[in-house]
Nanobody, 117 residues
């Protein structure tokens, strides 16, 4: 089993920036997929951004152009930076990993991000 430890989040003003980090309890392999999803009450969890151990990325249209996801393989850590935050970015953000060798998926506990003045 993989443990995911999230950090970052909190209250941010509209137009501000935030950084979310997620540390995995084991090395990240090339075809593993790590990243972030988010969820608001009453809605399905949705993709924000993901990255493979090899560095390939995918972003939701809603955050494309104002977000950057990166991976530090030495620290088993994925970081998401979001700029120009909007109230609609308010959600609980969950770290995610999909293991390449068995397709198992794990989630972090979630961290609240609130965008409000």
């Amino acid at each position: 089993q993989v443990q995911l430890v999230e950090s970052g989040g909190g209250l941010v003003q509209p137009g501000g920036s935030l950084r979310l980090s997620c540390a995995a309890s084991r090395s990240i392999f090339g075809r593993d997929v790590m990243g972030w999803y988010r969820q608001v009450p009453g809605k399905q969890r949705e993709l924000v951004a993901i990255i493979t151990g090899d560095g390939f990325t995918n972003y939701a249209d809603s955050v494309k152009g104002r977000s950057t996801i990166s991976i530090d393989n030495a620290k088993n850590t994925v970081t998401l930076r979001m700029d120009n935050l909007k109230p609609e970015d308010t959600a609980v953000y969950y770290c995610y990993i999909r293991e390449s060798h068995n397709d198992y998926r794990y989630w972090g506990q979630g961290t609240q991000v609130t965008v409000s003045s």
